[in-house]
């Protein structure tokens, strides 16, 4: 597969790349030429090749000359594509002070974007994001359809890189066939990355149509580099449909092409590599796979580009290596796996849950630290290799044995609260509101209220009561699942103020307010996951939206501080007993 995610990111600032073979440009660079021949002379090559710094000087150089703020502001642009990533930072940086009070409705958002493309070429891609969902903001502030577009064409390639493809080939379809703003230089690369998207979700025969009308239209119009992209996600479609041959024979000719004078992205060249390294896996050749893997982990520490396919590289060389009993390179690889797992834990943490479970960290460091003994010590290998299964298997009886137990808990707490909301089911009227009291019965209590704590307060008791009522609304129409809800939000709706509220709260709830709010939430929740099928089968971020959550990690995390169980065993433990 072609990770080819950064093609359509340059175009959303006109960064066109035809990529058939590089142009000679011979031409002198002028400052009689004009900025449009300029910037098509730029945006006609591809980063880094002919004179296009020479250019994106010149035009700067103009620019400044003539003091035209917008055509700086482009002069910075242009060099940002030349630069590595602390003198592009700095070019983004003069962009955006330029541009602050610029009344043209491409800014503030294309200085995010940009930054964010920059960002995603060189991996830090939390930073990426952070600055898409920036550059996505302001583009909807401006109204700018192409920025919001390509926002969330860029997002849905960070989704693709972190497993998300369905969501990722959702957006990409939409923008390649319902979008009639996008020209057809970008729907052609939306329509590559929606075909390997559909690779991932098994929608193979969509994926080849897609592919092969790629590889026709690149020959029609001799688009030399477009069509190596999509022979190479051939290869891994091949791949995929386990027909290995064939993936070789198409991987072995973009090999061929991106390794010949810097034709390929890093990108490109790493998986060419790593999809002929499984293709001969899938025919049982390891020496083979074993040559290309060796290679891969070269360029890693050439480049110190790192992905989460990698895993799968460490891991196969160490098998590889632990079978014919070297143990050296054995431990070399597991020390190159233990590096790249530090880093993939860091900028990946969506992809940390799908590590292998064979080579987790702490089994992996035990390990190492048992083969450098032997081969420092030049103890027998059998003692070593017999002192290791003996602590994996009990710490495997242990961690097994831990996790059975806190199961098995959270499972009776799951299956209480269904049983509770069934029993309050069946005991009240189909149209009646849920009784919330008789779920909270079944929570853990966080704090009492007895009655000299209520004379304590220094409210008067009509104003209490009235607040009293208006919360009693606020409660039984639903109100708290409204997002953005704060204290004082609310306290302004029911006509107090903060701290009479926040007292009223404390008082007669027996909570502040941050936790009155999240109980009423996941009461809410407990009982219509229960009840409402339709409900439940959306996705989690969906449910969290619905619920007035911010995102699904904040929504989980209030589910499992109400309940004491996490929200996945509830969900399930709802599903085993509606089948029974």
Not at 378 to 389: E, N
């Amino acid at each position: 597969m072609m990770k080819i995610k950064l093609l359509l990111l340059f175009l959303i600032f006109g960064k066109v790349f035809f990529h058939a073979q590089p142009n000679n440009i011979e031409k002198n660079i002028s400052e009689h030429r004009t900025y449009e021949e300029l910037e098509k002379e730029f945006y006609g090559s591809r980063i880094g090749e002919g004179n296009s710094k020479s250019i994106a000087d010149s035009y700067l150089k103009k620019a400044k000359s003539e003091k035209n703020i917008s055509h700086i502001a482009e002069g910075y642009v242009m060099l940002h594509f030349e630069e590595n990533l602390p003198n592009a930072l700095k070019y983004l940086d003069s962009l955006q002070h330029i541009t602050q009070n610029s009344k043209e409705n491409t800014y503030p958002a294309r200085t995010y974007l940009l930054r964010g493309n920059l960002y995603f070429r060189n991996d830090n891609l939390q930073s990426a994001l952070n600055n898409y969902i920036l550059g996505l903001k302001y583009a909807k502030e401006k109204g700018n359809k192409r920025q919001i577009a390509m926002a969330h064409i860029s997002i849905a390639y960070l989704n693709n890189y972190i497993g998300k493809h369905a969501e990722t080939a959702k957006v990409l379809r939409h923008y390649a066939y319902d979008a009639d703003y996008m020209n057809e230089v970008e729907k052609n690369s939306l329509k590559l990355n929606l075909a390997d998207a559909y690779i991932e979700i098994n929608k193979m025969d969509s994926a080849y149509v897609l592919i092969q009308n790629g590889l026709q239209d690149s020959k029609k119009n001799k688009d030399v580099y477009r069509y190596y992209q999509n022979l190479g996600l051939l290869g891994y479609y091949h791949l995929h449909s386990k027909n290995y041959q064939k993936a070789i024979d198409g991987l072995l000719e973009c090999e061929k092409y991106f390794f010949t004078n810097n034709s390929g992205s890093k990108r490109n060249q790493h998986y060419t590599l790593l999809y002929l390294g499984k293709s001969y896996v899938g025919l049982q050749e390891k020496e083979k796979a074993v040559d290309f893997f060796r290679k891969i982990d070269s360029m890693v520490l050439k480049t110190n580009y790192i992905y989460p396919e990698l895993r799968d590289v460490y891991t196969y060389l160490i098998d590889y290596y632990k079978e014919n009993g070297d143990k050296e390179k054995q431990l070399y690889y597991v020390d190159r796996f233990l590096k790249v797992d530090q880093v993939l834990d860091t900028q990946f943490r969506y992809i940390s849950r799908e590590l292998p479970r064979r080579y987790d960290t702490p089994e992996l460091q035990q390990e190492k630290e048992n083969i450098t003994n032997e081969l420092t010590k030049r103890k027998s290998l059998f003692y070593i290799v017999l002192s290791l299964l003996l602590i994996s298997h009990l710490l495997f009886i242990n961690v097994y044995f831990k996790y059975k137990k806190s199961e098995k808990n959270y499972k009776k707490i799951a299956q209480d609260l269904i049983q509770s909301v069934n029993e309050n089911r069946v005991g009240k009227n189909s149209n009646s509101e849920f009784n919330k009291e008789t779920l909270s019965e079944s929570l853990p209590i966080e704090n009492t209220v007895n009655s000299e704590d209520r004379t304590s307060r220094t409210i008067s008791e009509d104003i209490a009561q009235t607040i009293l009522r208006e919360l009693e609304i606020f409660e039984n129409k639903d109100q708290f699942l409204s997002k953005g809800i704060t204290l004082g939000s609310l306290a302004k709706k029911i006509k107090t103020n903060s701290k009479y509220l926040s007292e009223i709260i404390n008082t007669y709830k027996g909570k502040n307010f941050a936790t009155y709010l999240n109980d009423l939430r996941i009461d809410y929740a407990i009982s219509r996951l229960a009840n409402d099928r339709k409900f439940r089968s959306y996705k989690i971020p969906f449910i969290a939206e619905e619920l007035g959550y911010n995102n699904e990690q904040a929504f989980t995390l209030a589910f499992k501080k109400r309940t004491g169980t996490p929200l996945s065993i509830y969900l399930k433990e709802i599903e085993n007993m509606s089948s029974k």
